[in-house]
Nanobody, 123 residues
């Protein structure tokens, strides 16, 4: 069992930045592909970004490409999401997730989820 705890959300003005963190309670963190998803009210959970086990590859949704950066620290068992140039449409609850199967874009592929952290971007 892997527990994931997100932090770093908050209220920010459009154009601002936030850095989300997700701490994992596992000694085998480097065996997991890590992803970030988000869910806005009334919408389905959507893929934001993913990173491979040792950070050699990253993947992004088109809507965040060039603005968001995913990274990980396998010593600290933590994955990060640096969000720059935030827009009101980025407002959502952001979740980190972990999986081992390799299909990084689908929520159903992920086995473990955090509780989420709220990001609100004001215009």
């Amino acid at each position: 069992q892997v527990q994931l705890v997100e932090s770093g959300g908050g209220l920010v003005q459009a154009g601002g930045s936030l850095r989300l963190s997700c701490a994992a309670s596992t000694r085998t963190f480097s065996t997991y592909i890590m992803g970030w998803f988000r869910q806005a009210p009334g919408k389905e959970r959507e893929f934001v970004a993913a990173i491979t086990r040792f950070g050699t590859a990253t993947y992004y949704a088109d809507s965040v490409k060039g603005r968001f950066t995913i990274s990980r620290d396998n010593v600290k068992n933590t994955v990060f999401l640096q969000m720059n140039g935030l827009k009101p449409e980025d407002t959502a609850v952001y979740y980190c997730a972990a999986q081992t199967r390799g299909e990084w874009g689908r929520p159903t592929t992920y086995d473990y989820w955090g509780q989420g952290t709220q990001v609100t971007v004001s215009s």
